[in-house]
């Protein structure tokens, strides 16, 4: 049974930092790309960051310089370390693992409030 399993988040203020951290099970964790995702009320899921497994990243322009996705293989958790944070960055925070078409699995997601 595969399972994505998010922790870490919570209420900080503007400026603060939140780490992330998604713990996976019933994968071959190393083959998969592992990314962090958000929603916001009213608007659509979208990406904010991605890892390969041998740790190529990508991330989404409004993230960029702020947070720093990470993985530790040997414990199967992606990381999503989070500076200078911004009222806009309030969503609920969701893990993704993905190999190929075939296999996407998601975390039940971990709230994540900017606010003073």
């Known amino acids: 049974q595969v399972q994505l399993v998010e922790s870490g988040g919570g209420l900080v203020q503007p400026g603060g930092s939140l780490r992330l951290a998604c713990a996976a099970s019933?994968?071959?964790?190393?083959?998969?790309?592992m990314g962090w995702y958000r929603q916001a009320p009213g608007k659509q899921r979208e990406l904010v960051a991605t890892?390969?497994?041998?740790?190529?990243?990508d991330y989404a322009d409004s993230v960029k310089g702020r947070f720093a996705i990470s993985r530790d293989n040997a414990k199967k958790t992606v990381y999503l370390q989070m500076n200078s944070l911004k009222a806009e960055d309030t969503a609920v925070y969701y893990c993704n693992g993905r190999r190929g078409a075939q296999f996407n699995f998601w975390g039940q997601g971990t709230q994540v409030t900017v606010s003073s």
């Open positions: 019933g994968i071959f964790f190393n083959s998969y790309v």
């Open positions: 890892i390969t497994g041998d740790f190529s990243t």
